[in-house]
């Protein structure tokens, strides 16, 4: 595709989608949203878990290319798939879920391709009481209509990293690396005033 | 019950002399029986596509009325198939093991205007609740629209449990809407 054309084809997209152009509100989808996290430990190999379902809703404005995220996160649901481990991430030294029982994100600064898909989103992360830049970029962006609830459902998968040193958690730093990558499913459902 | 009136000369007469009104019968193809959700946070309707209904109602003697519904579980409807196929399944409807809802008037009351409040019991999913549903009749001659709305827990009735019964999933309350077409009403 030359320029011009994907240039067209973009601004095709963003006026379909464009009638009465206002920003639409999305619910997340908790059946399909999910943080997974990863560390290196010892260099060696990458210990996962995951955050679940995560609660949410997100705001695009397709016309101006603006947008706005808030998630909140139950630090209570990491999960390894370890007994021992999560129960070990949960204590007042690494997750301190009693003192902190919910994480958050809000990001405002959107990026939005020609097309006027989710490119990246940055904004602050709050752990543990404290708060972080995190930028999430979009390994893929889509919007689709479910043909379960017939209404427009948009998501994608996204990835970041933060330092976990930063939020005050450095045990058995440098063996597991502080550097924690990311990586988001997310799908949300469009709420009209319904 | 008094003995029918088995002469056809005498049919007629003994019609307009009868002190109860003929049986009123419900048009299914004029009828609608629908039931609404929200799953995750969106509106899902479903209806009921094969049922019958029986009924005695005079409008000028509403007390006395009665009400029966049968509900086919399997004909439960949505848009897309594979909620329909979903809902039949034990954890939703158990369409298998309990194949009928039914719904029977314990009594009618007149509010006025062509509004009535109609108590009564609903067996669903083996489970029995009284409900009282409010009832708007807009009658023409002899024939009339009763239609009206209320709200179920669907977790009285067990439908959706486990993993299911989150409402962040699907909600608990389910708002069912009916619109009945019936024949054969006296006068108003």
């Not at chain 1, 992360?125 to 972080?132: D, V």
């Not at chain 1, 990293?161 to 597991?176: C, D, E, K, M, Q």
């Not at chain 2, 719904?103 to 108590?119: C, D, T």
């Amino acid at each position: 595709m030359s320029l011009r054309h994907r240039l067209a084809f973009g601004v095709l997209v963003l006026s379909a989608g464009s009638a009465g152009a206002e920003p639409v509100r999305y619910r997340f989808d908790p059946t399909h949203t999910v943080a997974y996290f990863e560390l290196l430990h010892f260099g060696t190999s990458t210990i996962r878990g995951r955050f679940a379902p995560l609660a949410g809703e997100v705001t695009i404005d397709r016309v101006s290319r603006q947008g706005r995220v808030q998630v909140e996160i139950d630090t209570s649901t990491a999960s390894t798939g370890v007994a021992v481990l999560d129960a070990r991430l949960k204590e007042a030294d690494m997750l301190a879920v009693q003192a902190h029982p919910r994480a958050y994100l809000v990001a405002e600064r959107f990026e939005f391709d020609a097309a006027g898909r989710v490119k990246s989103l940055r904004g602050e992360f709050t752990l543990r009481g404290a708060s972080l830049a995190l930028e999430l970029r979009a390994l893929r962006f889509n919007c689709y209509t479910s043909p379960l609830l017939r209404v427009e459902v948009c998501g994608g998968d996204f990835e970041g990293s933060f330092s976990r040193g930063a939020a005050g958690i450095t045990h058995s730093l440098p063996f597991v690396s502080d550097t924690v990558r990311l990586l988001v499913q997310v799908e949300a459902i469009r709420d009209d005033a319904r | 019950m008094k003995p029918p009136c088995r002469r056809w000369r005498l049919a007629v007469l003994c019609i307009a002399l009868s002190p109860a009104a003929p049986a009123q019968s419900v048009d299914p193809s004029h009828s609608e029986l629908v039931f609404v959700t929200r799953m995750m946070g969106v509106p899902v309707q479903g209806r009921f596509t094969r049922w019958d209904a029986t009924l005695q109602f005079d409008p000028r003697h509403a007390q006395a009325g009665r009400v029966a519904l049968r509900i086919d579980i399997a004909s439960a409807s949505f848009v897309a198939s594979e909620v329909s196929a979903e809902a039949r399944r034990a954890v939703w409807f158990d369409a298998a093991q309990f194949p009928q809802a039914a719904f029977a008037s314990a009594a009618i009351k007149p509010l006025g205007g062509g509004r009535f409040e109609m108590s009564g019991r609903l067996t669903l999913k083996g489970r029995e609740r009284d409900l009282v549903i409010p009832v708007n009749l807009a009658q023409t001659g002899s024939t009339g629209r009763a239609s009206g709305s209320f709200t179920l827990q669907r977790l009285d009735f067990g439908i959706g449990t486990g993993e299911w019964a989150d409402a962040s999933l699907v909600e608990h309350e389910v708002q069912v809407r009916f619109q009945i077409a019936l024949t054969g009403l006296g006068a108003p």
